[in-house]
């Protein structure tokens, strides 16, 4: 018997598909974390989603991505929607593109693609300051620690505290947490999985009040050796 997840989770506490209606939102980059927040929006019941990237699936992905053996050699996008279909028999919309500064995008983004500076164009070009883009959901990871980060393109302040955190590719090698491609399956489920529930408390908040929304910290940093984890607004 064919079920639409939405239908089975429509009283879920936490998140209700039904209010979020069809709203779209955009996963750009499905490696690490984009695959594993993809999947996970997924089993929320999220209708509209657009999952973006233009690699295909390779042998060192299976360590830390949530593709497996027989993925290998398909396109990310296509082995992703094929294994979200298989999961929650929701259908997803693929771009096998890369993303730039002049491509349109939903109202919720979450922005994970593999360098800094086309995280920089993409968010110069097609996010900053875009009224009809009412948030933006970033991480960064290394071997063992990681970032979130959740942005209103159109708040200055968002904005200023957003750009404030932003290195270089260079500066990767150094600063393992701004990007670094050396990482571990369980430490991307850590990343993925604050990064969605920032998605979720945003959400529930927004639709509550905006001055819960301003109580959220923008960013959260965390490390598990030892393990730790600290917040900042």
Not at 2 to 31: E, Q, Y
Not at 121 to 132: D, H, S, T, V
Request: one cysteine or more.
């Amino acid at each position: 018997m064919s079920t639409n997840l939405t239908d089975t989770i429509r009283h879920l506490k936490a998140f209700s598909p039904v209010k979020f209606d069809n709203t779209r939102i955009d996963v750009i980059g499905v490696g690490a974390t984009g695959s594993r927040i993809a999947m996970a929006l997924a089993k929320l019941g999220v209708l509209n989603l657009h999952i973006w990237d233009f690699d295909k699936v390779e042998s060192h992905n299976i360590a830390n991505q949530i593709y497996g053996i027989n993925d290998i050699g398909k396109f990310k996008v296509d082995a992703l929607a094929e294994l979200i279909k298989t999961q929650t028999n929701l259908d997803v919309t693929k771009h096998n593109e890369a993303v730039n500064g002049r491509t349109s995008l939903g109202s919720v983004v979450f922005l994970l693609t593999d360098t800094m500076s086309s995280r920089k164009e993409i968010w110069e070009g097609a996010i900053r300051y875009k009224p009809f883009i009412e948030v933006m959901f970033e991480t960064r990871m290394g071997i063992d620690l990681g970032r979130t980060y959740w942005v209103r393109p159109t708040s200055p302040d968002d904005v200023k505290f957003w750009e404030s955190s932003l290195c270089g590719d260079d500066e990767v090698v150094v600063v393992s947490a701004c990007g670094s491609q050396i990482t571990v399956g369980s430490t991307a489920e850590i990343v993925s999985g604050l990064a969605v529930w920032n998605f979720i408390n945003w959400f529930n908040w927004f639709s509550d009040t905006t001055n819960k929304v301003e109580q959220m910290p923008k960013e959260t940093i965390f490390g598990v050796t030892p393990p730790a984890i600290l917040t900042r607004s």
